[in-house]
């Protein structure tokens, strides 16, 4: 059976030799958590961001009960006014505790350490499988010998490796000195970080490496650099972290220049930047990315029945291109790991090979008024600064519930159904989904991909470079190139063409044989089942054979 490392393994492979992704500045030794997308990923990624905007932007689905909205794009700058990251809580609220290891360089969130060492530090694992803490029993010969064989190796910075006599002499007047009061997990892993108690007091040590840590300090997760020519804390700017809020800002703008009405939605694909401290999972968790972000303004008493209607959209969507229902898992996050001012939210997530846990496709979260509030705060000095009038009559006309008091208002601040999508983390998913291994085939691994995602959608080949094939088969190509991104090739045998078709994920191969010149019908090949079938080589009936089976126009 195939593990599903080794699956990732031969799906990074493929990615690399076929040009779907590389690492960034490989020529340099690469940067972590970069990446840099091919010939076929970069068709990839576009057809996803196509799908996107023509299935959520151009022609979105009736809203629930068949309800009107309009949906509208926007492009925003990738730098704005720094006041944006202060209203949103980003600058302040986005920097997490970390500590760093001054030996290995190494970061842990200050707030996770215990739980990095109990899971998944292997030197204090090694070391717990040849010692129990806590039992009041300190065999000093077996800590010894650990930090002299396995220790060495392990954890080369840790005090109990680098010193053992003067380490476990602490160790041992603490266990002497309270023999009711035997060390806890906790303290007994202090005592052999520390090897000058006097000075340092009890260390923390790094899970991979053993050196002490450094001092918690805020980490930066938002890239900075500086507008203008002097470089100081006035000039400093921020690579945005999310796309979200570029449309926010804009909502007076997009209301004022259109004629939308609530209820409707703004969407936006582009660029992100977070300074990740761990990037990893190939691309899944990357420094830069791309987003697909829906901000969509509703009446609070209808935003619920909205939440529900995009979360519903946005799975089905995911569904409509062939991610298998049952790697889809949509997760209702639980009230405690709610946002304080979210009243819902529900993570698509889907099961990729590289981890036994689902991982965050999607975020669709009810929002409130929480953004335009706090725009409006930040902004305007008024937090209903961008309300609207609420052109509703069964509301508008509602009486006064008690006399003497005003009745409801006619403005109120929209709430926004937020549904933000991760173009990197949806190829990823849609490459995994689409990688197939069949042995019994002769070109074992192909790329399954739903017709609209496939990066080229048919080839042309002459069977041979000569016999007049090459002038049947290139009018045929220039022809159905007009109209779907196609690929000719007249090298190789064609066995060797349709395997690398295969890998590409390319629905259809047509070829050109002898028979082509007696009968005028060329092979069809089908990427799934490699089956094949003649047609009439006639680019006419070639175009309608594809609009039939791609289902694209
Ligand atoms: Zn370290």
Same mark, same amino acid.
């Given at each position: 059976?195939?593990?599903?490392?080794?699956?990732?393994?031969?799906? /990074?492979? !493929?990615?690399?030799?076929?040009?779907?992704?590389?690492?960034?500045? #490989?020529?340099? $030794?690469?940067? +972590? %958590? &970069?990446?840099?997308?091919?010939?076929?990923?970069?068709?990839?990624?576009?057809?996803?961001?196509?799908?996107?905007?023509?299935?959520?932007?151009?022609?979105?689905?009736?809203?629930?009960?068949?309800?009107?909205?309009?949906? /509208?794009? !926007?492009?925003?700058?990738?730098?704005?006014?720094?006041?944006?990251? #202060?209203?949103? $809580?980003?600058? +302040? %609220? &986005?920097?997490?505790?970390?500590?760093?290891?001054?030996?290995?360089?190494?970061?842990?969130?200050?707030?996770?350490?215990?739980?990095?060492?109990?899971?998944?530090?292997?030197?204090?694992?090694?070391?717990?499988?040849?010692?129990?803490?806590?039992?009041?029993?300190?065999?000093?010969?077996?800590?010894?010998?650990?930090?002299?064989?396995?220790?060495?190796k392990l954890a080369p910075?840790?005090?109990?490796?680098?010193?053992?006599?003067?380490?476990?002499?602490?160790?041992?007047?603490?266990?002497?000195?309270?023999?009711?009061?035997?060390?806890?997990?906790?303290?007994?892993?202090?005592?052999?970080?520390?090897?000058?108690?006097?000075?340092?007091?009890?260390?923390?040590?790094?899970?991979?490496?053993?050196?002490?840590l450094g001092p918690p300090?805020?980490?930066?997760?938002?890239?900075?650099?500086?507008?203008?020519?002097?470089?100081?804390?006035?000039?400093?700017?921020?690579?945005?972290?999310?796309?979200?809020?570029?449309?926010?800002?804009?909502?007076?703008?997009?209301?004022?220049s259109t004629r939308v009405?609530?209820?409707?939605?703004?969407?936006?694909?582009?660029?992100?930047?977070?300074?990740?401290?761990?990037?990893?999972?190939?691309?899944?968790?990357?420094?830069?990315?791309?987003?697909?972000?829906?901000?969509?303004?509703?009446?609070?008493?209808?935003?619920?029945?909205?939440?529900?209607?995009?979360?519903?959209?946005?799975?089905?969507?995911?569904?409509?291109?062939?991610?298998?229902?049952?790697?889809?898992?949509?997760?209702?996050?639980?009230?405690?790991?709610?946002?304080?001012?979210?009243?819902?939210?529900?993570?698509?997530?889907?099961?990729?090979?590289?981890?036994?846990?689902?991982?965050?496709?999607?975020?669709?979260?009810?929002?409130?008024?929480?953004?335009?509030?706090?725009?409006?705060?930040?902004?305007?000095?008024?937090?209903?600064?961008?309300?609207?009038?609420?052109?509703?009559?069964?509301?508008?006309?509602?009486?006064?519930?008690?006399?003497?008091?005003?009745?409801?208002?006619?403005?109120?601040?929209?709430?926004?159904?937020?549904?933000?999508?991760?173009?990197?983390?949806?190829?990823?998913?849609?490459?995994?989904?689409?990688?197939?291994?069949?042995?019994?085939?002769?070109?074992?691994?192909?790329?399954?991909?739903?017709?609209?995602?496939?990066?080229?959608?048919?080839?042309?080949?002459?069977?041979?470079?000569?016999?007049?094939?090459?002038?049947?088969?290139?009018?045929?190509?220039?022809?159905?190139?007009?109209?779907?991104?196609?690929?000719?090739?007249?090298?190789?045998?064609?066995?060797?063409?349709?395997?690398?078709?295969?890998?590409?994920?390319?629905?259809?191969?047509?070829?050109?044989?002898?028979?082509?010149?007696?009968?005028?019908?060329?092979?069809?090949?089908?990427?799934?089942?490699?089956?094949?079938?003649?047609?009439?080589?006639?680019?006419?009936?070639?175009?309608?054979?594809?609009?039939?089976?791609?289902?694209?126009?």
């Open positions: 059976m195939t593990k599903p490392t080794d699956t990732m393994e031969k799906i /990074v492979a !493929l990615c690399r030799r076929r040009g779907f992704i590389f690492g960034s500045s #490989e020529i340099y $030794g690469g940067i +972590g %958590g &970069f990446w840099d997308y091919g010939p076929l990923g970069c068709e990839l990624k576009k057809n996803i961001k196509d799908a996107w905007w023509h299935d959520m932007v151009r022609n979105p689905p009736p809203g629930p009960g068949g309800t009107e909205y309009q949906m /509208v794009g !926007l492009d925003c700058s990738i730098i704005m006014n720094p006041k944006v990251w #202060e209203a949103s $809580g980003h600058v +302040g %609220g &986005f920097a997490d505790p970390m500590r760093k290891c001054p030996g290995c360089g190494h970061f842990v969130r200050a707030d996770q350490l215990w739980e990095t060492l109990a899971t998944a530090s292997p030197w204090l694992d090694s070391l717990l499988q040849v010692f129990t803490p806590g039992t009041g029993q300190y065999d000093s010969p077996r800590l010894m010998k650990w930090a002299k064989t396995k220790g060495k910075n840790l005090a109990l490796v680098r010193n053992p006599e003067v380490t476990l002499v602490w160790l041992a007047t603490r266990v002497e000195g309270q023999p009711a009061a035997p060390p806890t997990m906790q303290e007994f892993t202090q005592y052999i970080a520390t090897e000058q108690l006097h000075q340092t007091g009890l260390q923390e040590p790094c899970p991979r490496c053993g050196a002490p300090a805020p980490f930066k997760l938002m890239f900075e650099t500086h507008t203008g020519v002097e470089q100081n804390e006035k000039s400093n700017v921020y690579l945005r972290p999310e796309t979200a809020q570029g449309i926010f800002v804009n909502f007076r703008n997009v209301l004022d009405k609530i209820p409707f939605g703004i969407a936006q694909i582009g660029k992100a930047f977070r300074n990740e401290i761990t990037p990893r999972n190939y691309t899944f968790r990357s420094r830069e990315f791309e987003q697909m972000e829906i901000e969509f303004f509703c009446h609070p008493e209808s935003s619920m029945e909205w939440y529900e209607f995009w979360r519903d959209v946005r799975i089905k969507w995911y569904e409509s291109l062939n991610i298998k229902s049952e790697k889809l898992r949509p997760r209702q996050q639980g009230k405690e790991e709610l946002a304080h001012y979210s009243a819902a939210c529900t993570d698509i997530e889907y099961l990729f090979p590289f981890s036994d846990e689902p991982q965050e496709l999607e975020g669709v979260a009810h929002r409130g008024d929480f953004d335009l509030k706090a725009h409006g705060k930040s902004a305007r000095g008024d937090e209903n600064a961008f309300a609207v009038i609420d052109d509703d009559p069964s509301r508008r006309l509602q009486p006064a519930r008690t006399p003497g008091e005003p009745g409801p208002s006619a403005r109120f601040v929209p709430h926004v159904i937020e549904p933000s999508a991760g173009v990197d983390r949806f190829a990823l998913a849609a490459i995994t989904e689409a990688y197939t291994f069949d042995e019994g085939r002769a070109s074992p691994e192909f790329m399954k991909f739903h017709p609209r995602l496939a990066p080229i959608k048919a080839a042309v080949f002459p069977l041979v470079a000569k016999d007049g094939l090459p002038e049947i088969a290139e009018p045929i190509y220039r022809e159905i190139a007009k109209h779907f991104p196609c690929q000719y090739d007249a090298k190789q045998s064609i066995g060797k063409r349709y395997a690398r078709m295969d890998e590409a994920g390319t629905p259809f191969c047509f070829t050109i044989d002898g028979r082509t010149k007696e009968d005028g019908t060329v092979t069809v090949r089908d990427r799934d089942d490699a089956s094949q079938e003649r047609i009439s080589a006639d680019p006419n009936v070639i175009l309608r054979f594809l609009n039939d089976k791609l289902g694209l126009h």
